[in-house]
């Protein structure tokens, strides 16, 4: 399974939506129930999926999914 299927199922594990379809250019005002609670929620959901760490600069710097991808992509190699 590619990195984006398996972020997309992280995403729609997290937000209880099989219908998420997730984008590059998103952001949480993109989906619906996107909080600050369930980023948190997201950000451990996609280090255990791709049993990987973010640094809180790492987390910080997410601008949009593109950015999370590129930050997984980096460290799973």
Not at 32 to 53: C, P, Q, R, T, Y
């Amino acid at each position: 399974m590619e990195i984006n299927d398996r972020l997309c199922k992280v995403f729609r594990n997290v937000f209880q939506d099989d219908s998420i379809e997730i984008e590059p250019g998103m952001t949480a005002d993109d989906i619906e129930g996107w909080d600050s609670l369930s980023h948190v929620n997201l950000i451990i959901a996609v280090e255990i999926e791709f049993g990987i760490e973010f640094t809180q600069a790492e987390i910080r710097s997410f601008e949009n999914i593109g950015a999370l991808l590129t930050a997984i992509k980096s460290k799973v190699g």
